[in-house]
Nanobody, 126 residues
Framework: QVQLVESGGGLVQAGDSLKLSCAAS????????LAWFRQASGKEREFVAA???????TYADSVKGRFTISRDSAKNTVYLQMNSLKPEDTAVYCC????????????????????WGQGTQVTVSS
């Protein structure tokens, strides 16, 4: 089992940037797909971005062009660079990982991921 710990959240103003980190421990995440999801207060958790084992990225339409997902295999960490933040980006952001060597049927589906972090709060003021 892999443990995921997110960091980097905070309170920012609209238009600002933040970079979230998701550090993995327990095993390497080199051969797994990873994703970021978010859940705003009173809403269901939604997909934000994913990166495949080979480094291909997928984004929700709402963040495309503003957010960038990346991974550093040496640090066993995945990142989410968030630019041009909007108040509607306010949510708890959590990362998730698939089983080793598993290719998701749909990277946007939460049930493709087996291990999840606790999340980090991002609040964007207008």
């Amino acid at each position: 089992q892999v443990q995921l710990v997110e960091s980097g959240g905070g309170l920012v103003q609209a238009g600002d940037s933040l970079k979230l980190s998701c550090a993995a421990s327990g095993r390497t995440i080199t051969n797994q797909a990873l994703a970021w999801f978010r859940q705003a207060s009173g809403k269901e958790r939604e997909f934000v971005a994913a990166i495949s084992r080979r480094g291909f990225n997928t984004y929700a339409d709402s963040v495309k062009g503003r957010f960038t997902i990346s991974r550093d295999s040496a640090k066993n960490t995945v990142y989410l660079q968030m630019n041009s933040l909007k108040p509607e980006d306010t949510a708890v952001y959590c990362c998730a990982v698939t089983p080793t060597y598993y290719t998701p049927i749909d990277y946007r589906r939460q049930n493709q991921y087996t291990d999840w972090g606790q999340g980090t709060q991002v609040t964007v003021s207008s």
